[in-house]
């Protein structure tokens, strides 16, 4: 069943929603050359003991760290380790969540360690944003959860790859309702798969975290022997971005977007709902 948010419901996960944006600034500032990504996570462990907010992330099936950190061909759900040295040239995907008063926020982006990082990955990082806002734009009453994937797969599909092929957009992991749990019906696919059908129809409340996974190659994955590690099945390196997204009587507001996501959404010719917090 899908979780329908009343208006006040969907203020406090604004409330959260703004404590991730201010972890995704906090680790992007230090996610310079030379740092851990157990650094990292210890930035994200401040950012949310002064907000008063807990992580949706540690413990969570086991998880033993507070953010993820995905660093070059690993696609999702990275642990941060004291090994893992940032270098010049890397990238890294940094996925975070925060609890507040019972309600989740979840957001993801993708970061340049350093300088001289290759046009291709400038690139793949930049459809892999985009078509994530492609799939909030689709975010309007009426529409249905296909019209979501459908917009994030076109926008895919459409941006031609430095080097020819095409990008591989990730099967085995998607988007995914949000509320008072991270992970919550329904799953969204960043491509259409016609067997699913259409999917349940985007009403006030309804609440998504939006969030393609793209690479420079294959759309498969495999799980490393830690039980979490995602990598390309080629070596390949790939982008991860995502943000929560709910959906109001005057259209969608971006919860983990510091602006609600005013201007991305104008770029759309989508007005962002009202925020909640001004």
Not at 49 to 67: C, D, R
Not at 182 to 202: E, Q, S
Request: glycine share 12%; with cysteine; aromatic share 6%.
């Amino acid at each position: 069943m899908v979780q329908i948010k009343t208006p006040e419901q969907i203020a406090k996960m604004r409330a959260a929603g703004l404590v991730v944006a201010a972890i995704h600034a906090a680790t992007r500032e230090a996610a310079v050359p030379g740092a851990t990504t157990r650094d990292l996570d210890e930035v994200a462990r401040k950012v949310l003991a002064e907000n008063g907010a807990k992580s949706n992330f540690l413990g969570y099936g086991g998880f033993p760290a507070t953010i993820c950190t995905s660093v070059n061909d690993v696609v999702v759900h990275g642990i941060p380790s004291d090994e893992v040295v940032l270098k010049d040239g890397d990238i890294i995907s940094i996925d975070c969540g925060a609890i507040v008063d019972g309600w989740h926020g979840d957001a993801a982006y993708t970061a340049f360690v350093g300088s001289g990082h290759a046009p291709e990955l400038v690139e793949l990082s930049r459809v892999t944003e985009e078509s994530m806002w492609a799939g909030i734009a689709a975010m309007k009453l009426g529409n249905r959860l296909v019209d979501v994937s459908r917009a994030i797969e076109t926008y895919i599909r459409r941006q031609p790859k430095p080097g020819g092929g095409r990008y591989g957009i990730i099967e085995d992991y998607g988007g995914h309702g949000i509320g008072t749990e991270m992970h919550m019906d329904p799953h969204l696919l960043n491509y259409v798969d016609r067997r699913r059908g259409k999917g349940p129809k985007l009403v006030p409340g309804f609440c998504l975290a939006i969030e393609p996974m793209v690479s420079l190659g294959t759309p498969r994955t495999a799980v490393l022997e830690d039980e979490w590690t995602v990598i390309t099945t080629d070596g390949t390196w790939s982008s991860h971005w995502e943000h929560s997204v709910a959906l109001t009587e005057e259209g969608p507001l971006v919860l983990t977007s510091v602006d609600g996501g005013r201007a991305k959404l104008a770029e759309h010719g989508v007005a962002s709902a009202p925020d909640p917090f001004g």
